[in-house]
């Protein structure tokens, strides 16, 4: 009976100081968390310290958050619980630098007229009237502002990115210029197949978020000295006054981002009539990548098998791989260059490939290659393009990885040493050059990497791939900043199911091949019955003997062609399913039953441990 007593009371015991030591530790320990995401991603990244490091004047934050509007939207309050704890682990990181506030804007209070007119976006929650605020407003000692409209709940992998984006804004007294020489509508325009203007492109919105855009002209005769970053964009036959400049904005120390195509799809070209185009959709820099030791072959496309995009064909939009359409996965990329070390997944278009010249005295860095089962194609064939199945079929692996951006370091020489008419007086070489140069203008445009969503007027992109991230990358780098480039590249956490995909390619290929034998044996069959079937049109409904033979056999095999189809599509889904029912079992039963086993394990333990 004492046993028992004794037993409940230390079990009494145990609960209550369970109980209390809750208690403490919630009010001790209210914003300590243990990050276990293999990213990292709710701890503060080194790029935001270092920003947060080197402020030099206080930056006021106003967090607007509608707290009592939103009691019973629990995704809400607790995404805004996250937010907040962000940005007080900002607060404490800036070391006095940084002051938070947050601010509940009731209806027709000061606080709600102040939101408004800094800008932030509210959002009407039912039609009674009712509005939220969930949005950031920061403030530099200079009386500068930056704000974030709204955090959308579906953005949160972005969300330090967007703080710490708007800090640096606020801390640096002028944003980077980048000039922008482009022969794309990468501003906006017009298109003339759908008779509609269009946006900007999002790749030229995120730009603007940190650097300062300066457009400039197709017959520009000098690049500007304020600009940090040239980005030269599609370059079609540029006059020689405007090679020179870029020429001569290198020579003198300028840093160069480079796009050129082969067969640019994001070109429109021009109509000459109804369903052709006499305007080449490729563009290059020869005389200037000459002067700085590469090269690009005309008329040249990368098709690649391995890294081949699925593609929807056909009024079914049936998935095909599209060799010309390439996704480039982390393997494809340089681990080692601070613009694509830590990326993902690249999307391009039709690219082309370069080639280090020989006796350079330049440094040619591969950015991103291919993979070895690729090979060169004429660009002329996608002109004409339906299926991209035809260039599966003729694909030969050279065995070599092309590459497909590249990286110049290096001294090197002018293109032009003896100067152009009328301008003698230029600059002959430079000690050291820093160009990046990528052979594809289509990663740019907006369908290869972003989906774009309207929000109460606000545009706001999804990207599913890391295309933006790498432009921006790429301009921080060659303005001397690295410091966004660790936090922008966090948010991305997807991982790709790499089994699952090879399961599907290895089925694909074989519906491929049996597909292939179906419609050949299909093409065979009906020019047997063409032949067999009588030219006199009163006689063409009537089947004689040898065409009743000749249908059925056609129909037996369509028949058993179809079947085999049918077993391919099974065997795939047959695989996936069976690697599912795996996983399964490792995540609902055996582990539990190790659990199980190891409690188990330590009872008996104990039971047999000596007094």
């Known amino acids: ?54 402020l030099k004047s206080p930056i006021e934050l106003q967090f607007f958050y509608s707290d009592g509007a939103v009691r019973d939207l629990v995704a809400l309050r607790n995404y805004a619980r996250r937010v907040e704890e962000l940005l007080r682990a900002y607060e404490r990181a800036a070391g006095g630098k940084l002051k938070l506030q947050v601010i509940d804007p009731q209806p027709f209070s000061e606080e709600e007229d102040r939101a408004a007119e800094l800008g932030l976006q509210a959002v009407p929650l039912d039609r009674g009237g009712d509005k939220v605020y969930f949005g950031l407003a920061g ?73 300062h855009i300066e457009s400039l002209k197709h017959d520009i005769d000098m690049i500007p000295t304020n600009v940090s970053v040239l980005m030269l964009v599609h370059p079609k036959q540029l006059p020689e006054q405007t090679l020179y400049a870029v020429d001569q904005f290198v020579m003198r120390g300028g840093k160069m981002l480079v796009f050129v195509d082969p067969f640019s799809e994001a070109d429109p070209g021009s109509m000459m009539g109804p369903g052709g185009f006499a305007e080449e959709k490729a563009s290059e820099l020869e005389p200037l990548f000459k002067a700085w030791g590469l090269r690009m072959p005309a008329d040249q496309v990368v098709a690649d098998a391995s890294y081949a995009m699925s593609v929807g064909v056909g009024p079914e939009r049936r998935a095909v791989r599209h060799p010309g359409w390439l996704s480039l996965p982390q393997q494809a990329l340089d681990a080692d260059d601070v613009t694509t070390a830590s990326l993902e997944s690249l999307t391009m278009a039709t690219t082309g490939l370069l080639e280090p010249l020989e006796g350079a005295s330049t440094r040619f860095t591969p950015l991103m290659r291919s993979s070895g089962y690729a090979m060169p194609i004429e660009a002329g ?68 990497w972003v989906q774009v969503q309207d929000f109460f007027g606000q545009r706001f992109p999804q990207p599913w791939a890391d295309n933006g991230s790498f432009v921006i990358n790429a301009l921080d780098n060659l303005s001397g ?86 077993e391919v599509r099974y065997q795939l889904n047959a695989d996936i399913e069976a690697l599912g029912r795996t996983l399964k079992f490792l995540n609902i039963a055996l582990v539990p039953l190790l659990l199980t086993l190891g409690v188990l394990g330590l009872w008996f333990w104990r039971r047999r441990r000596p007094a």
């Open 1 to 54: 009976m004492k046993r028992v007593i004794y037993s409940g009371a230390g079990l009494l015991l145990i609960a209550l100081a369970f109980l209390v030591f809750n208690i403490l530790s919630g009010l001790a320990f209210t914003n300590a968390r243990l990050d276990l995401t293999e990213q990292k991603l709710y701890t503060i990244s080194e790029g935001t310290e270092s920003i947060l490091e080197e």
């Open 381 to 448: 064939r996608f002109a004409t393009l339906q299926n991209p199945e035809e260039l599966l079929r003729g694909l030969e692996p050279t065995g070599e990885r092309y590459t497909l951006a590249a990286r110049i370091q290096g001294p090197a020489q002018s293109a032009y040493p003896n100067g152009i008419e009328g301008r003698k007086d230029g600059l002959k070489e430079s000690d050291s050059i820093n160009v990046i140069v990528v052979a594809d203008t289509d990663l740019l445009s907006d369908r290869m």
């Open 481 to 566: 900043s690295d410091a966004l480039i660790s936090v922008r590249s966090r948010g991305r956490f997807a991982r790709p199911f790499v089994v699952v995909e090879e399961l599907q390619r290895q089925a694909e290929n074989r519906f491929r091949e049996t597909e292939e034998v179906l419609q050949s044996r299909l093409a065979e069959t009906e020019a047997q019955l063409a032949e067999l079937q009588s030219p006199d049109p009163e006689q063409a409904l009537e089947l004689t003997a040898e065409q009743q033979a000749a249908l059925q056999r056609y129909m037996q095999e369509k028949l058993r062609i179809r079947k085999e189809l049918r």
């Open 139 to 211: 403030t530099n000692a200079e009386g500068h502002t930056q704000t974030i409209p709204f955090f959308p709940l579906d953005q949160e992998e972005f969300l330090e990115y967007e703080v710490s984006r708007l800090v640096q804004s606020l801390a640096t007294a002028q944003l980077p210029v980048v000039g922008v020489l482009s022969g794309l509508q990468i501003n906006g325009g017009f298109d003339m197949r759908t008779q509609q203007a269009t946006p900007p492109w999002m790749v030229l919105e995120d730009i603007r978020q940190l650097f």
